[in-house]
C-alpha cells in the first residue's frame, strides 16, 4: 500500500515535468497526501530501482510501459516513453518536498 502512494507521487512529478500539469496542482495532491499521513517517499526510490521498474513494465505489459501520469485531478493519460533521465530529474524535484 505505502508503495502504492509513493510511486502515485513520483507519478505526479513526472506529469509535471513534462507540462501536464502545474505545480499548484503538484502541491494540493502532496499536501492532501500527507494530511491523510500517506508517505510521499521512500529511501528505496533510487535511479536504478526506478529504471528497474520501468523496464519490468515493459515486460508485463506487452512491450510498453503504459505508465499513468495525471493530466488534472480525476484524469490521467498512459505514456510509454518515459526516459532514465526523466526518472533521476523527478527523483532530484522529489528532494525539494518536506517528505
Not at 507521487?9 to 513534462?18: E, V
Not at 502541491?27 to 491523510?36: E, P, S
Not at 533521465?85 to 527523483?91: G, P
Amino acid at each position: 500500500g505505502e508503495a502504492v502512494n509513493v510511486d502515485g507521487f513520483f507519478c505526479c512529478i513526472l506529469s509535471y515535468q513534462r507540462g501536464y500539469i502545474s505545480m499548484d496542482t503538484v502541491q494540493r495532491i502532496f499536501t492532501c497526501m500527507k494530511a491523510l499521513e500517506l508517505p510521499t517517499n521512500s529511501n528505496d526510490l533510487q535511479s536504478e530501482l526506478a529504471w528497474q521498474s520501468c523496464k519490468d513494465a515493459v515486460e508485463h505489459r506487452h512491450g510498453e510501459q503504459r505508465i499513468p501520469l495525471i493530466t488534472d485531478i480525476g484524469e490521467s493519460i498512459c505514456v510509454s516513453d518515459i526516459t532514465r533521465d526523466e526518472l533521476d530529474r523527478a527523483l532530484e524535484l522529489m528532494k525539494e518536498f518536506a517528505h
